[in-house]
Structures are given as structure tokens and as C-alpha cells.
């Protein structure tokens, strides 16, 4: 299994090859986010790939990487914190770009998967707080790229189509992936490409916790 932080990147970097969110002048409003998803790639490979922060956000950890083009400038971890305001969040991001010598200035863009929907917000609004910039959020409605074959697309997980989006530019087919976290999932890519199913299933952390209580 290849990071999924790292397969966040590659679902920008290798599918897009586009930097999928501009920095945006702090006068100017941006440009509605459904626009930026649907760039075409032959339209913007003249445009330089800046820096790229990218945010994993699991149930138990936040996983913080900046990319330079392919090139991973640093990976940091954070408690994922329903509590926490925009303002904790920002603080955070900033000491860790502060640990790598980083500024603000120096990202162009932000990308987000996430399976926590009450930490996805609060982190978009530390982002721009901190950056100036919107974060763009794997969903429905993002090219990807991936052929979904599932009874109901929409419900796949964004974190499960930016592994699924990154394996398949990495290894090859078919495919199975497994993300072992808070929970543990299995993605099935069949041998032509298509997402045909999956499974989530509990964590190790949390089947040895059940085994020790019930037994």
C-alpha cells in the first residue's frame, strides 16, 4: 500500500497534470470552483506546477504533505480534532511550514480528501485564512478521471477515488487497494481501469480494542 497522502498528490499531479487551483489575487474574487475542477489538461500544461499543500483528513490523524511537482517537500501529522476552530487549524499548518522554512506565499494550491464532513469546512476556512486560497475537495463533480462502477457513485469516498486515481497511475492492473487506518477499506479495480467495488471494514486499532473488551 502506497501513502495515501501520496496518492492524494498523484490524483493532482499525474491525472491533472495541471496545478488545479490557482493563487488567486486577495482582491480578486476567485473563479468558481466547478470551473477550476473542469480545466482541460491541454489548456494549462503551459502553466507552471507550483507548490501544491494537500490534506488527508482521516478519523483519527490529519495528514499535512506540500509537493513540488512530483517532489515531497515535507509530510507532517495532526490530530483530526472536531472541536478545533479555523483559527487551531491555521496555527498548525503555519508551524508546519514554519518547521520547513516555508511561507504562506510560497503555496498556489490546496487540494483536500476527507472523510470527516464537520472537519472539511472548518479546515477550508484555515486554509484560506492562512493562504488566501480556496481548497479544492475531491467529490462528486471532480473530473478524476476514475470509471466508477458502483451502484451509486457519488457515495464512494473521496479518499478511496484519490488512492484508486494514484494506483492506477503507479501499478498495474488489475487492482486491489488496501488503506489500512481508522478503518479498513478495500478498492477493487478491475482489469480494464474500472472502480467495481469495495469494502470498509473496522481498523486494526479498533478489532483489538472490541477483542480485548469482549473477551
Known sequence: KENSLELVVKFVNL?????VTARPS????????????????????????????????GNTNILLG???????????????????????????IKTALDMYT?????????????????ITNTLKRAIE??????????????????SIRIDNPA??????????VGALQEYPLPQIIIDMGTATTFSVID???FYVGGMITAGMAISAEALVRST
Open 155 to 164: 457515495q464512494l469516498g473521496s479518499d478511496l477515488v484519490a488512492e484508486a
Open 66 to 92: 506540500c509537493f513540488k511537482g512530483n517532489e515531497l517537500v515535507f509530510r507532517e501529522r495532526i490530530s483530526s480534532k472536531r472541536e478545533a476552530t479555523d483559527l487551531e487549524y491555521a496555527a498548525m
Open 129 to 146: 485564512k492562512l493562504i488566501g486560497i480556496e481548497t479544492l475537495v475531491v467529490g462528486p463533480g471532480i473530473k478524476s478521471g476514475l
Open 191 to 193: 482489469q480494464h481501469g
Open 26 to 57: 486577495r482582491k480578486t474574487r476567485a473563479e468558481p470552483l466547478s470551473v477550476r475542477a473542469n480545466v482541460l489538461v491541454t489548456a494549462n500544461r503551459k502553466r507552471r506546477i507550483g507548490m501544491i499543500l494537500t490534506i488527508d483528513i
Open 15 to 19: 491525472n491533472y497534470n495541471v496545478l
Open 102 to 118: 516555508l511561507t504562506p506565499k510560497q503555496i498556489d494550491g490546496a487540494i483536500m480528501a476527507s472523510v470527516v464532513p464537520t
